[in-house]
């Protein structure tokens, strides 16, 4: 720590030294013609005039690395397409200049003016005019051959991630060209693309614990929406067919490898369809973001290929329990027999709030704990209890089941979705029902009246589904973890980074 501090103070003083000089070190006014992609591109399309040497380039970018001969130099910079070699010559921009460019440093932002020509090695380089300084380091770059491994750092100081390891820049190249394409998928199929408020008077739409704010000039309470359900619904009620919003929700929860407290969703809405139809159009559109997002429907995972195309394996959740999960069938109905057998596999269920746990959510646990894991291959489990489903529609040949389902790949739950609850007397019953079996704790869970009065008006019938894309970029990066597709992932605070 101490030698970093003595790096950095001396070269605070070099910098101190160039202001006494007079030397601008933040100038504006370097104009850029070509990125390095661009260059490369000209170069491979066979534009002569460019690998010639005769077509003027004004480029610029962060300097990487340098290798100092004396009276020349070899540089390599990178902007934000890619990274380039550059040859700096003193007889060539001028002994004053070259002197001033032996003071830049490797971190330092630089603007080259001059033509491109290929080394004896064959390497394209930019052969420079002119080298400008146009921002200083204060700060020295990690060393090169260890570069930035500590997770923790590369979290806190994504900025420095980004400069020292490219691959992560890709990550998140990709994950802003799967939302594109996600969007453009939906935009393609009639959706309207819409935005609901963040902040609610009441935390409804999933389960789950809010973060709660206070609005000063209205004097209420606001809560950080858990999910965006219960609006995008009542745009279906007001005539909006099919909807879709790429949102961020908040969750007052854990964190770990599978989640953030503030993450990305998909939501989307179609009147007149069900839960079966969903499952065919999420097909469709998670096979096509693989290929447009990697090439090819088949991805690599941790180990694992990862295959979207082909017709998907879709089982109940009691058919997942019996043959995935090693529960025997007769056990699904008697919830003492559940409560034993789940002790015996190791199946936590919280004591506070869950000591009269309903068998329905008691079977989910149980799948989470035992089938979940093993779900590697895309697969979607259907026949899930009422009871873990206030949302969902009743199935018509068992009132106890919902007409929903949830998709899972690679051992991670990536959307639900449900043929919706459009009878507003049955929504009004599951909702008091959540009302009375709330923690006393729990003031967050409310009838969400207004809604209520939405269904009175009419909803056609429609489905909906939630898709993680958090989750879903890291299949399609083959990340381990859900922090290395966030940029700015929340974590305790530091002292010392």
């Known amino acids: 720590m101490a030698q970093a501090k003595d790096v950095i ?8 030294a160039l202001k006494a000089e007079g030397i601008e070190l933040f100038p504006s006014d370097f104009k850029v013609t070509h990125t390095v992609a661009q260059i490369r591109a000209a170069i491979e399309a066979g534009d002569n005039q460019m690998s010639g040497g005769h077509v003027g380039i004004r480029a610029a970018g962060r300097m990487m690395a340098v290798n100092r001969f004396g009276k020349s130099a070899f540089i390599r910079f ?22 001033f460019f032996r003071k830049f440093d490797i971190g330092d932002f630089i603007g080259l003016k001059g033509t491109i020509f290929a080394t004896k090695t064959g390497e394209w380089t930019l052969l420079a005019d002119e080298c400008r300084l146009l921002a200083k380091a204060y700060r020295p770059m990690p060393e090169k051959f260890h570069g930035l491994k500590d997770p923790e750092k590369r979290y806190r100081q994504r900025y420095l991630d980004l400069i020292m390891n490219p691959g992560v820049r890709e ?66 009620v007001g005539g909006l067919e099919r909807v ?50 990697t090439g090819s429907a088949i991805v690599s995972y941790q180990g694992e290929q ?11 959740l009691f058919e997942a329990m019996a043959s995935i999960g090693g529960v025997e069938p007769r056990l699904l109905k008697d919830r003492a027999a559940l409560m034993d057998f789940a002790e015996s596999r190791g199946v936590a269920i919280e004591q506070t709030g869950e000591a009269d746990i309903g068998k329905g959510k008691l079977i989910t646990k149980i799948f989470d704990h035992l089938v979940e894991p093993r779900l590697i291959q895309p697969t ?24 929903r389902f949830e998709l899972f790949i690679a051992g991670k739950e990536i959307a639900n979705g449900f043929s919706e609850l459009n009878d507003p007397v049955d929504q009004k019953e599951r909702f008091a029902r ?57 974590l305790k605070p530091a002292e010392n980074i």
């Open 306 to 316: 990862i295959d979207f195309a082909g017709r998907w394996r879709r089982m109940t």
């Open 9 to 16: 103070t001396k070269k605070k003083e070099k910098i101190e």
């Open 380 to 403: 979607f489990i259907t026949g899930y209890p009422v009871e873990v489903s206030p949302l969902s529609r009743r199935s018509s040949s068992d009132p106890e089941i919902a007409e």
């Open 78 to 99: 990178r902007d934000r397409s890619g990274q380039m070699q550059a040859y700096i010559r003193r007889d060539r921009v001028g002994e004053e200049a070259y002197e």
């Open 244 to 293: 879709f919003e790429i949102n961020r929700n908040f969750r007052n929860e854990g964190v770990s490898t599978q989640h953030n407290p503030e993450f990305t969703m998909l939501e989307f809405y179609q009147a007149y369809s069900t839960y079966q139809d969903l499952m065919d159009l999420t097909e469709e559109m998670f096979r096509y973001a693989a290929q447009e997002v």
């Open 171 to 236: 990550v998140f190249v990709r994950r802003s060209l799967l939302i594109r394409k996600i969007r453009d998928f939906l935009l393609s199929r009639d959706y309207l693309e819409v935005e609901t408020p963040m902040m609610q008077p009441i935390a409804g739409g999933a389960d789950a614990r809010p973060f709660k704010t206070h609005h000063n000039a209205l004097d209420m309470d606001l809560y950080l929406r858990i999910a965006p359900e219960l609006y995008l619904k009542r745009l279906v």
């Open 434 to 490: 959540q009302v009375e079996s709330r923690d006393t704790e729990d003031e967050e869970v409310q009838m969400d009246e207004d809604y209520i009065r939405a269904l009175e008006y009419g909803m056609p019938p429609a489905a909906g589904e939630g898709v993680g894309i958090d989750r879903l970029v890291m299949l399609l990066t083959d990340s381990a973890s859900i922090r290395d597709v966030i940029l700015f992932p929340h």
